[in-house]
């Protein structure tokens, strides 16, 4: 089984990310050489419910078991609810501490949240906002422990859109660093044995990446991606996955 991902297509009227043209062709080597499609969030630019119609309209021809998590753009309009009725409508799979099973393989995706890595990152003092923000990562990650655990699948896979190791970030500004992603989303993968784990977000980064047991983690940002001259990240199953377990 081979999983394609991509992520950070930042559709929409502007024409700053993915054109059709691109996104027409993600589908089509999808289709040749993937079995199933991962995107991993800010799919729109602005969150718009029409950006969403406009990506589902580009995705013609899309014939694979696709799912997906959000990522920030999503929630820039305030419409996030419409746009995930829009992709579950075209059949992509939405995942919010929800999982997804394919043919032995299981998938279990949050958006994932800010706040640094190791000793840099934020800790829940001082005011009610920082203690908020702090918040809103540990509840990511609390949520993705929640879906690893209901997997059974010989093979699990995570799918985020903030990073949650700070190696494939680097070469980001230092000082955006703490914001594109957080260590507290670690625990979960290496207590449950994750297979691999896919994120986007961090545009400048590096592709791939391990967890501190030895996880391996890729940053599939679509930016970062096609400076390589790709348009997705290509990860083979191991068959020994399938059958050592």
């Not at 093979?155 to 957080?182: D, K, N």
Request: charged fraction near 25%; hydrophobic fraction near 45%; charge should be negative.
């Amino acid at each position: 089984m081979r999983i394609a991902a991509v992520g950070d297509l930042h559709f929409g009227e502007e024409g700053h990310g993915a054109s059709r043209q691109d996104v027409a062709r993600i589908v089509a080597e999808a289709q040749d050489v993937a079995d199933v499609l991962v995107l991993c969030g800010d799919l729109t630019t602005h969150g718009r419910p029409a950006e969403a119609h406009a990506l589902i309209e580009a995705l013609d021809g899309l014939d694979l078991p696709t799912l997906t998590v959000l990522g920030n753009h999503e929630f820039e309009a305030g419409a996030v609810d419409e746009v995930i009725d829009v992709l579950r409508e075209r059949g992509i799979h939405v995942l919010d501490g929800d999982t997804f099973e394919v043919d032995g393989v299981g998938f279990a995706g949050v958006k994932g949240f800010a706040g640094g890595f190791g000793r840099g990152s934020l800790g829940a003092f001082g005011e009610p906002l920082m203690k908020a923000f702090v918040q809103e990562a540990v509840d990511e990650a609390l949520k993705l422990e929640n879906a690893l655990r209901k997997l059974g699948t010989p093979v699990r896979a995570a799918v985020l859109h903030y990073a949650p190791i700070q190696e494939t970030i680097e070469g980001e500004p230092p000082e955006i660093q703490a914001f594109l992603g957080s260590t507290r989303l670690l625990p979960p993968l290496d207590s449950f044995q994750v297979d691999v784990v896919f994120h986007g977000h961090a545009h400048s980064g590096r592709i791939d990446g391990h967890t501190p047991g030895g996880v391996p983690v890729f940053n599939v940002s679509l930016p970062l991606l096609q400076r390589e001259g790709r348009l997705l990240h290509l990860w083979d199953v191991p068959e020994r996955e399938l059958a050592r377990r």
